[in-house]
């Protein structure tokens, strides 16, 4: 796997979450899957498993490339501009 360029880019330290859950799903009436948070600016959205995919979503209207899981217990970061889990 090739180094991704947008990670030496991020905050330090890494962003508070604004929130502990996808507020876009509450204000919809709808359940997360699994938590995404953006580690830019600390936006938690749901995942592409959840219906309305609210972390992706903020990426494309922001462009902010990183996320990494917001559940207890994962480590992984993903960038959604080169694909991949970093």
Known sequence: ?????HVPALPRPEP???SDTCPECLA?????????????????????????????RHFEET???VMRSFEEGEEWHWCY??????
């Open 81 to 86: 501009v080169d694909q991949f889990i970093v």
């Open 16 to 18: 508070e979450p604004r």
């Open 28 to 56: 919809v009436g709808s359940h997360p899957v699994q938590l995404r948070k953006c580690l830019v600016c600390g936006h938690v959205g749901c995942c592409d498993s959840s219906p309305y995919q609210h972390a992706t």
């Open 1 to 5: 796997m090739s180094e991704c360029l």
């Open 63 to 65: 462009g902010h490339p």
